[in-house]
């Protein structure tokens, strides 16, 4: 899993959020991405996360960014790297879902 965490500033947070929305596509074309959330602060709106679901770490280290999808992607979010905080794997140690209720 990884976590980047970014303070964006509020007059740029719906270019951020477009750019990302962009991105999103090269995600979706990378076999090594299994799910991703963009995610904004409710208390404290100018802060994001951005969490990624990789295959393995080697999928995304040498396979995404490796890859075409890649620059494509880092191209459109370019503009905010210099907003991140933190930009780290994680690896789960528990989780739990509780089973969506049937339409």
């Known amino acids: 899993m990884e976590y980047i965490r970014y303070d964006i500033p509020p007059a ?7 750019a990302y929305r962009a991105a ?10 299994l799910r991703y959330e963009v995610s904004q602060g409710t208390e ?13 770490i080697e999928g995304h280290l040498q396979g995404f960014r490796g890859s075409l999808s890649f620059r ?8 905010f790297v210099s907003d991140i905080q933190e ?17």
Do not use: T
């Not at 999103?24 to 991405?33: D, I, K, Q, T, V």
């Not at 690896?91 to 209720?101: G, H, K, L, Q």
């Open 12 to 18: 740029r947070a719906e270019a951020f959020l477009e």
């Open 24 to 33: 999103g596509e090269h995600l979706r074309a990378s076999p090594n991405c």
């Open 44 to 56: 404290e709106p100018h802060h994001f996360i951005v969490r990624i679901e990789w295959d393995s």
């Open 72 to 79: 494509q992607f880092f191209a459109l979010v370019k503009p």
């Open 87 to 103: 930009m780290k794997h994680y690896r789960v140690d528990s989780a739990w879902s509780r089973p969506r209720p049937a339409p």
